[in-house]
């Protein structure tokens, strides 16, 4: 089967299935919800979906904790309501992509009840380790949500490794018999219609032989002897090979600290390619150090250094997966943009990154321009990583501090329930008791409110997708990166043998002298996109963007 590359043409929008919409009324986002707007996803133009996981699970990292791979959970409306979705949105011409968590699965998995009692097959499915002989845990490696990367379990008289949160133990991939467990799954998705996978950290797979300590790294110390392992390589290409070359499917896979070099060793287009695309975090990391959890200033020139990196590196060798937010973290606004300007920020991120090379992603919420969410009580969080974070870091510090640490870098800032209209609860549920909180600011952002009002982020997100849709010079044409070293100003040129644009976005608060640069004579293009009415050619507003339009 020849695979199509189908992705390079669509929009994404990702749904966080239990903070989208509520349709049936219990207070949980749910199929019948996404049933509901799957015309509304359409309408932004958007035309493929990915699900983050749907799966049974106990929900100790929101479904990332997988309890069993081959259904949909209940809450969420079980199997009927995924494939009424699944047809309603391939009648739609959409896709559908779902997560794939292998690198680890839930404790409460038949697998891991089985292995921890040394039934076979299973007894060799988990990656199982005694104390040293010291006592000690069997290595030195963190894990990244709760403390260390081992768990004693008492019935198996043995450690476990998590790389995640305790109830997260991790697969052991070297075990043949678990990559048979991998395929099958993707068969079985596959064969009931789905497009593809987003592969959850899936360059954790395969460990450094012999779990030796980790002796480089101080922070998150292990990761450099799991991330991109010896076998990674190898993995992948069975998966390839034996299933996925069978179907006309796209992989995403995410990658934490990658680069474009050692991205390309994934994603390098040819017959030895194992990966279409990669989620990176080096273009969210402009205002912080590696992680949202160490906070910095927010950086142009960071970002710029990371946006360009990955288009001119990638281009014509591998295919970008372009995003600027989703369930991992904080909301854009709040972080690269400005609450102040909110209006006005939200469109220009938008065009930041959507007249790029590569698939967009949009994430729910960010089309009305959600913002970060700030609860007067640690306890309100639900996420286990923040709640790891409040309990054990800098404990010292007022109780204040540490929740306004939160505010920033908790992934709830992003989870928070989609603000549909100005009802109680967002519109989200009709119950009265939704499983997680509303930002109060709903009465103010909200779907129903931006349908009605043309200047509306949610109608901006339209115009910009249907223009990049229009331009051929978006999907294959050259990247220039202008401007450089401006501390205030992003501005890069596409073109190809037809046509050029020109994007121009203000990152300052201020207004901002605009000079275009040369060979690139604004009076004789089109102004095809803009946040302001009536530009000044020699003056950009706050926060403006404009995309101009040479035929
Ligand atoms: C990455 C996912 O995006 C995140 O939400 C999850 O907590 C971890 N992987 C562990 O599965």
């Known amino acids: 089967m020849e695979r199509t590359k189908w992705y390079k043409d669509k929009v994404f929008y990702q749904i966080w299935p239990r903070s989208f919409k509520d349709g ?9 919800g996404v049933y ?18 749907l799966y049974p699970s ?4 929101c479904g990332y904790d997988i309890a069993d791979y081959m259904d949909i959970a209940p809450e969420f409306g079980g199997m009927e309501a995924f494939k009424k979705v699944l047809d309603g949105a391939h009648q739609r011409g959409m896709k559908i992509i779902m997560d794939l968590v292998v690198n680890h699965t839930s404790d409460e998995h038949e697998w891991f009840q089985k292995s921890r009692q040394r039934i076979d097959p299973y007894t060799d499915y988990y990656i199982w380790r005694p104390a040293k002989k010291n006592g000690k845990l069997p290595n030195n490696w963190d ?54 996978f987003r592969e959850d950290v899936i360059t954790f797979i395969s460990k450094t032989e012999g779990l030796p300590d980790d002796h480089i790294m101080p922070a998150s110390k292990g990761l450099n002897l799991y991330n991109h392992g010896p076998h990674i390589h190898e993995y992948l290409t069975e998966f390839r090979k034996d299933v996925l070359d069978h179907y006309d499917c796209v992989t995403l896979a995410e990658a934490p600290m990658v680069n474009p070099k050692t991205a390309l060793t994934y994603i390098q287009e040819g017959p030895d390619q194992e990966i279409d695309m990669m989620i990176q975090f080096q273009t969210q990391c ?16 960071k970002l710029k250094k990371a946006f360009t990196n990955w288009q001119k590196k990638l281009d014509g060798r591998g295919w970008n997966m372009l995003y600027m937010e989703n369930h991992d973290h904080p909301r854009i606004i709040s972080r690269y943009g400005s609450e102040k300007f909110w209006k006005e920020s939200g469109k220009m991120l938008a065009v ?51 929740l306004q640490r939160l505010w920033r870098c908790s992934r709830d800032s992003a989870r928070t329930l989609v603000q549909w209209d100005d009802s109680p609860n967002a519109g989200f549920t009709t119950s009265d008791t939704p499983w997680f909180y509303v930002n109060q600011n709903y009465k103010d952002i909200n779907v129903a409110q931006q349908e009605e009002d043309p ?13 990049r849709r229009k331009l051929s010079c978006v999907r294959d044409g050259n990247y220039i990166e202008h401007f450089k070293g401006s501390k205030k100003l992003y501005c890069y040129s ?5 046509q050029r644009i020109l994007v121009v976005c203000s990152f300052s608060d201020k207004p901002v002298r605009f000079k275009e640069p040369r060979d690139f004579p604004v009076d004789t293009a089109r102004l095809e996109l803009c946040n302001y009415e009536n530009p000044n050619p020699k003056k950009l507003q706050p926060y403006e963007t404009r995309v101009y339009l040479w035929r």
């Open 455 to 467: 200047d509306s982020i949610l109608n901006f997100y339209r115009k910009a997708i249907a223009l």
């Open 24 to 32: 049936d009324g219990d207070g949980m986002g749910d199929l019948h």
């Open 58 to 61: 106990p929900g100790a990292d």
């Open 286 to 301: 402009a205002d912080s150090f590696l992680s949202d959890y160490y906070p910095m200033k927010f950086s142009l020139k």
């Open 352 to 402: 930041s990154y959507l007249f790029q090379k590569g698939t967009p992603f949009v994430y729910q919420g960010q089309e009305i321009g959600m913002l970060n969410w700030r609860p007067e009580s640690p306890d309100m969080y639900e996420d286990v990583q923040t709640k790891w974070e409040y309990a054990n870091h800098a404990t010292r510090k007022s109780d204040k501090k540490r």
């Open 36 to 53: 509901e707007k799957l015309d509304y996803i359409q309408s932004l133009g958007c035309d493929g979906i990915w699900f983050s996981p």
């Open 143 to 196: 894990s990244l949500f709760e403390g260390k990367a081992w768990t004693y379990d008492e019935v198996r008289g043995e450690y476990y490794m998590h790389l995640f949160a305790i109830k997260q133990p991790d697969l052991n991939m070297d075990n043949p018999l678990v990559r048979e467990e991998v395929k099958k799954i993707l068969k079985f998705w596959l064969d009931l219609g789905v497009d593809g």
């Open 494 to 498: 596409r073109q190809n043998g037809f």
